[in-house]
C-alpha cells in the first residue's frame, strides 16, 4: 500500500467516524451493505477508467455504455427470451468492440481520447434513447431471473455461512464481493504483470515507450478494451440493480464519478501513476460522501457540491504533501549522500 | 577567424574588465563545489569555460544568474561590489544566458519570441501587441547576428542553430554585455557550428563579451581567446594563446593525461550484417539510401542536421514506415520490414536514440525498469513480473557498465547524462544485439563517461555486432568509425575509409561536393 493510499484511508474513516457519531445509523447492517452495495457497482467500472487514465486517456463513454449495454441487456432478456448468460456474453461482447473502436479510433486515427470517447458517449446515449423510443426499459409483471438476481443483487452473510447460522454478521452484497474479485485480478494485471509495466510506460512517456520495443498502440487499445468491458459489466449489474431503465438520465455522469475516484485515489491526468486500491478506495469515499449528504439531512441538491469539495480539498492536500514530502526527500538525499546529488546539482 | 579574434584580442587587452569575480565559494553540505574562484570579464572577450560534469560549471552560471548565493567571494559590476546577486541585478548588469535546451515556444513567430513578456503595446487599455513596432526592433537585431530568416518565420520552421540565433536575439534586445553560452554546439553539425561561431565573432566585434560552454573542445579551441579550466570546484587552469589546446585543456579537465585510445586499427573485412538496399525515408522520398553494416566495424554516419540520419535511423528501427518504393532491409541475409520497434527488437536490431531523456529512457522510472523494459517477459513468469530477477539483471548491468548509482532502484532522472546513456546501452546490452544503432551517443556527455561509451561500442563491436554510428562531432566520428558514410540530403554522398577520413573530406561530402 503506498502513502497515499493510506491517507485517503485515513480520510475515509475520520468522514466515517464523523457521520457516525452525528448519525449512528451510518454504522447500521442495512446501510453498511447498501453503501458496499454502491461501492461494488461503481467500482467496477471506476477500475476500468483507471486503466484509461493510467494510459494518459480519459473515458468519457462509461455512463452512456451503462445506459445503452443495460437497455439491450433488459430487453434481451425481457422481451425476446434470451438465456441470460447468451444475453450477458453478448452485451459483454459489445462492450469489448466499443473499446476496440475507441482505442483503434484513438491509436490508427491519432484522434484524442476525449473527442472520441466524448462521441461515444453522445452516440450510445441517443442510440440508448432511440432503442426504446425514449419509454422507460423493464421487465414484465412475474419475469423472474432467480440465478441472475443471486448474483447481481444478493447478499451473503459470510460469517452466518461459514458458522452454520450460529453467529450472524451483515449480508454483504455479491456486487461488492465480484467488485473485489476484479479488484484484486486487475491489481495483478497492473501491479505485477508485463502488461501493467508497459501501461505505466505508455502513460509516462509514450515516445521512450515505443523506442523500447513496446507496442504501444497495442497497450493502448487493450486499456479501452479493458474500460468499455467492466463498464459492459457494471451496465448488467446496474440493469439488474434498479430493474427499470429510463434511457435519458440512466448512468449519466457515472464516467465523471470514475474519473473522480481514480484522481481521489492518485491517479494522474497526464498518465503514468495510480494504484487499484487508490482507485477502489476513492469509490468507497465517493460512496460515504453521498450517504453522508442522505444521513446529516443535507438536501439532496447539494450531493454533487458536497463531492466536488470534498475532493477539491484532497487534491489540494495531496499536492501539500507532495511538495513536502519532496522537500523533505531532498534534505534527506543531500544528508545521505552530499557527493552525489551535489555533483549532479552542479554538474 | 584568427584575424577577427586578433584584432578583438587587441581591444580586449586594452579594455577595463566590467565584471570581476574574485574568492567565489560554494559549499553544500560535504562538498565544495566551488572554491576561491576568481576571473575577469572584459568587453568584446570570448571565455571559455570547460569541465567534466560536476566541476563546477553550473555553479558558476548559476551565482551569475542571480540563482544562488556564494557562501563567500565578491562581484563586482562596474566598480560596485556584491556579495551575491539576484536575477534582476544579474539581468541588469546585462547578463543573458542561452541554454542547451532552448526556451523557445515554436508555435510563435521569431519576434514574439525575442520580446516575450516585452511587447511593445498599442491602443492604451486594450493592450493590443504593436506587432509592427516588434518586427521593426527585432529585424535589426537579426541583421546584426546575420540571419536569413525574418523576424515573422514560425520558430517551428528553423533549424537549431537559428533557434539559437534567436535566443541571442533575445540576449542582445536586453541589451546584455555578456552573453553565457551553455553547451550551445552540442546539438548542432558542423556547417551550422561554422555559422555559430561567426555569430560569437560578431558579438565579440560588437563589444558583447561571451562565456562559451562546451564540451567540444576543438570548437573552444576555435572561438575563445581565453579559456577556463575548472575541476571539482576549483579553477586549475587559465589558457591564452598557443596554450590553448586540445590536449592541454583534457589534462587539465581530468587531472592526468587522458590518452583517449578509442583509436584501434580499421577493420572493415567482416561480413555484412545488415545491409540498406535503396531504402527512402519520408522526408527525402526521391533519394535512396544504399549502406552496409559489417560486423566487427563501428560505421561513421556523418553530414548536417537534416541530412536524413535520423530519419534512417527511424526507418531501421521501426519507429517510421519507409517511403513508398523504398527497397529492403537485410539482416544475417534474410530480408526483414519492421512495421514496429518491438519487431526491430525481435530481430536484434536496436537504436540508441538522440533525444536520450524524451525517448532512450523513462526518467521517473527506477534504472532496473528501463534496463528491463525492452526484455520484459524474459523476467517474467506466467506473465508476471518477478521483481528480483529483474534487479538481479539490472545489478549486474550496473556493476559491468559501471553506472554511477547507489542501488538499480534509484529513479533513472537523478542520473547524470553519461550515467543515464550508460542506462540505455544497458537496456540493449541485456538481450542480443545484431546490430545497434547510436544516434549522437555522446552529446553532452562528460568526457571520461565518453571514452566508456566508446569502449563499450568497440566491444560490441569486436563481439560481431554490426554497429552505426550517426554523430556531429568531428572528432569523434574520425576517431571512433572504422568506416564514415556520409550523408547528404537523403542519400550516402560517399563513404570514406580510415586513411581518407579527415575533416575535410567528411565537410565536402557533407555538403555535396566529392572528395
Known sequence: MLKKDLGLLTLIIVVGAVVAIINPRFLSPINIANTANLVGLFGIFAIGQGFVIITGGIDLSVGSIIALLGVIFIDLIANHEVWWPLAAVLVLGLGVVMGLVHGLLITRLKLQPFVVTLCGLLIYRGIARFYTKDATAGFPFGVNFPDLEWITTGRTDIVSLITGGTVQSIPIPHAFFIMLVIAVIMWFVLHRSVFGRYLYAVGKNEEAARYSGIRTTQVIIAAYVISATLAALSAIFFAMYTRSILPSGHGNFYELYAIAAAVLGGFSLRGGEGSIVGVVLGTVLLQVLQNLVNLLGIPSSLNFAVMGTVILIGVIADQQFQVHRQRAAARKGRQNSPGKSVAEAAG | ?515
Open chain 2, 1 to 515: 577567424m584568427t584575424m577577427s579574434a586578433t584584432a578583438a584580442a587587441g581591444a580586449s587587452a586594452s579594455a577595463e574588465p566590467f565584471l570581476r569575480l574574485s574568492g567565489l565559494r560554494k559549499t553544500y553540505p560535504g562538498v565544495l563545489a566551488l572554491a576561491d574562484f576568481s576571473m575577469e570579464v572584459r568587453p568584446g572577450e570570448v571565455i571559455g569555460l570547460v569541465g567534466e560534469n560536476g566541476a563546477g560549471k553550473s555553479t558558476l552560471m548559476k551565482i551569475l544568474g542571480g540563482v544562488i548565493e556564494p557562501d563567500h567571494g565578491t562581484i563586482t559590476i562596474d566598480g560596485v561590489a556584491h556579495p551575491s546577486l539576484s536575477v534582476a541585478q544579474s539581468m541588469a548588469a546585462g547578463i543573458a544566458f542561452v541554454h542547451q535546451e532552448l526556451n523557445l515556444f515554436d508555435n510563435l513567430d521569431v519576434a514574439a519570441n525575442v520580446y516575450m513578456g516585452r511587447e511593445p503595446r498599442k491602443l492604451g487599455f486594450l493592450k493590443l501587441v504593436d506587432d509592427d513596432k516588434l518586427h521593426k526592433a527585432v529585424q535589426p537585431l537579426l541583421d546584426r547576428l546575420g540571419a536569413t530568416f525574418s523576424p515573422g518565420t514560425q520558430v517551428s520552421r528553423l533549424s537549431l542553430a537559428q533557434q539559437q540565433i534567436v535566443e541571442i536575439a533575445k540576449a542582445l534586445s536586453l541589451r546584455s554585455r555578456l552573453v553565457i553560452l551553455d553547451e550551445p554546439t552540442s546539438s548542432l553539425p558542423i556547417a551550422e557550428t561554422e555559422k555559430l561561431l561567426e555569430v560569437i565573432a560578431g558579438l565579440k566585434a560588437h563589444g558583447i563579451s561571451v562565456i562559451f560552454i562546451s564540451h567540444r573542445l576543438h570548437e573552444v579551441v576555435q572561438a575563445s581567446d581565453r579559456v577556463i579550466v575548472l575541476r571539482d570546484g576549483n579553477l586549475v587552469g587559465t589558457l591564452e594563446g598557443d596554450d590553448i589546446n586540445h590536449d592541454t585543456m583534457v589534462r587539465l579537465m581530468v587531472g592526468r593525461d587522458l590518452k583517449v585510445d578509442y583509436v584501434s586499427p580499421a577493420r572493415t573485412d567482416g561480413a555484412v550484417v545488415l545491409s540498406i538496399r535503396k531504402v527512402r525515408t519520408s522526408t527525402y522520398p526521391d533519394h535512396e539510401i544504399d549502406l552496409d553494416l559489417r560486423a566487427g566495424e563501428i560505421l561513421g554516419l556523418a553530414g548536417l542536421v537534416g541530412a536524413g540520419r535520423t530519419e534512417l535511423a527511424r526507418v531501421l528501427f521501426g519507429i517510421d514506415r519507409p517511403a513508398a518504393g523504398s527497397g529492403s532491409v537485410v539482416l544475417d541475409g534474410r530480408e526483414v520490414h519492421f512495421a514496429t520497434s518491438s519487431a526491430a527488437v525481435e530481430a536484434g536490431v536496436f537504436l540508441v536514440p538522440e533525444d536520450r531523456k524524451g525517448a532512450g529512457l523513462l526518467l521517473d522510472f527506477p534504472i532496473a525498469q528501463n534496463i528491463t523494459l525492452p526484455n520484459l517477459h524474459a523476467y517474467a513468469r506466467r506473465r508476471l513480473v518477478s521483481r528480483d530477477a529483474e534487479f538481479a539483471r539490472a545489478e549486474r548491468s550496473r556493476v559491468e557498465l559501471d553506472i554511477r548509482a547507489p542501488d538499480v532502484g534509484q529513479r533513472t532522472s537523478a542520473l547524470s547524462g553519461g550515467n543515464q546513456q550508460k542506462v540505455v546501452l544497458a537496456k540493449w546490452l541485456a538481450m542480443q544485439p545484431r546490430a545497434i544503432i547510436f544516434d549522437e551517443p555522446t552529446r553532452g556527455i562528460d568526457v571520461g563517461a565518453k571514452a566508456e561509451i566508446y569502449r563499450l561500442m568497440r566491444a560490441l563491436s569486436d563481439a560481431g555486432v554490426a554497429v552505426l554510428m550517426i554523430s556531429s562531432d568531428m572528432e569523434e566520428v574520425i576517431g571512433v568509425s572504422d568506416r564514415v558514410a556520409v550523408m547528404h540530403e537523403g542519400h550516402i554522398q560517399g563513404t570514406l575509409d580510415r586513411a581518407q577520413c579527415s575533416e575535410e573530406n567528411i565537410l565536402r561530402l557533407a555538403v555535396g561536393r566529392s572528395i
